[in-house]
């Protein structure tokens, strides 16, 4: 079964935030088991790095930990190349807007 993950899901889990921080690490867990293969949209990547970065006011950090979520789901047809090249181009524009 293919499901589409919402940009929240993946921000519950990177930001803990309560009281949604444990289902969601629970959906994203089917995909570990091979349950499902979970996607999130293109767009959502940057959306997520964005507010990442702006609420854990760290962008290294931030990076590192949504490309650990990227290794369990899958961004909808597009390649790994294009996902650094995103985050790239959202770290740019994020580090030339904080200054």
Do not use: W
């Not at 009281?19 to 999130?40: M, R």
């Not at 702006?54 to 962008?59: G, I, P």
């Not at 590192?64 to 190349?81: H, N, P």
Request: hydrophobic share 50%; glycine share 2%; charged share 25%.
């Amino acid at each position: 079964m293919k499901i589409l993950i919402d940009t929240n899901v993946i921000l519950d889990v990177l930001l803990k935030r309560e009281p949604f921080c444990k289902a969601a690490i629970e959906v994203l867990e089917l995909a570990k088991l091979n349950k499902v293969q979970e996607y999130v949209s293109a767009s959502a990547i940057t959306d997520i790095y964005y507010l990442a970065c702006r609420q854990l006011k760290n962008k290294e950090l931030a990076r590192g930990l949504l490309k650990k979520l990227l290794t369990i789901v899958s961004v909808a047809g597009v390649s790994d190349q294009e996902i650094n090249e995103a985050l790239e181009l959202v770290h740019r524009l994020l580090f030339s807007y904080t200054l």
